[in-house]
Each structure stands twice: as C-alpha cells, then as structure tokens.
C-alpha cells in the first residue's frame, strides 16, 4: 500500500502540481511542499525549453491522471465529446468525466479517491436506482441515484471518507449513503488541475 502512495506521489511531482490522486491525505505531507521539489528519477531536473507539443502532451497526461484513465479511454471519451453538436467540446469532455460513476461517487464523498471508487464500483459495492453497478465508466444521468450496498460504510477507508466534512458541488445531492444527479455540471464548477482547452487542441491535431 505503501508503495502505491509513493508512486501516486511520483506522478504529481512528475507534473510538478498537486493532482490529489491520494484524496485528502494529498493535505498531509505532500512532497510538492517541500522547497526544492523536482519530478522522480536521475533526470528529473531539466532546463530544456519545453515546446509546444510538450506543454500540450503533458496537459494531457495530467488529466489522464486525475480521472485515472488509459490512453484509449480518454480518446473514446473526447470523440464522445467532439461528436456533440452546439456546445464546447471542452466542457463536454470535462461533463463526460465528471459523470463517470467512480468520479460521482468521489464527489459525493464515498470515497477517499477514485481509484477506492473504481474498487467499490468493481466489487459490487454500488448501486445505482437500486441497480448493482460494476462500470466504473458508467455515465450517471441527471435525476440517477447511486447508492452503496449495506455494510460499505463499515470498511474503514470508506468510513473515514463518510465521516469527514466533503464539499459537495452543485451539480450533485447527498442524503445519508445516496446522492443524485442534480443537473449536468459546469465547466466554472469543476476544479481540475489540468487545462482542458490545451487537451483538446492536442488530440484535434
């Protein structure tokens, strides 16, 4: 366990930003805190000129790494996007992954991060209007209630989760172990370390 923290450690000093894939502990001892922090490895400080392609590519990563995604799921999920007619392809693409079911139950503060979520989701631990649920990518639809089956909350990750103080964004409604999808989220209403515009310009190349 304790490598798989270090290692969600390495990807955000990679960026050089907090990516909080670890949840709230990313508040506790961050190493991109400390004075002096350089990305991991031998070569970890460079002073070459980054490119363009460079600033576009690393954007991309970065957003990969917050929803946890491979290369082919994020590009079903903005030509998903860009297919959409009439509306910004990069708020979209930020609605498609915000709806994901494992990122729904992150918000509504299910779980300490989305990597759990996407465990509980797996497992059988979700369900969504009194459906089980085991898609992680599963797009969670305006008036949709998602759940957790009974004895989840007594899992001692979860329980933290549930027992510490979470911000809910509008978008979304928490009663208890269910929330639901209020309205489709904004773009000015999600906090996401990774600029979107930049990612959409990389893959319309």
Known sequence: ??????????????????????????????PIDRAGAIPPGVH???????????EQLK?????????????????TCFKRARNVEN?????????????????????LGFSPNRRSARQMVVHGKVLVDGQKVTIPSYQVKIGQVVSLTGGVENVPQIK?????ETAIPDWLERKALAGTVKEK?????????????????????
Do not use: H, W
């Open 1 to 30: 366990m304790r490598k798989l923290q270090n290692n969600k450690c390495r990807i955000c000093r990679r960026f050089g930003i907090k990516l909080f894939l670890k949840g709230k502990r990313c508040y506790e001892k961050c």
């Open 160 to 164: 933290q989760a549930l027992e510490e």
């Open 44 to 54: 970890g400080r460079k002073f070459s000129r980054p490119t363009f392609y460079s």
């Open 185 to 205: 989220p904004k773009k000015d209403d999600i906090e996401v370390a990774a600029d979107v515009s930049v990612v959409i310009e990389f893959y319309s190349r």
């Open 87 to 107: 509306e910004p392809t990069d708020e979209v693409l930020l609605q498609i992954l915000e709806s994901r079911l494992d990122n729904v139950l992150y918000r």
């Open 59 to 75: 954007e991309k990563q970065r957003l990969k790494a917050i929803y946890g995604l491979n290369e082919a799921q994020m590009k």
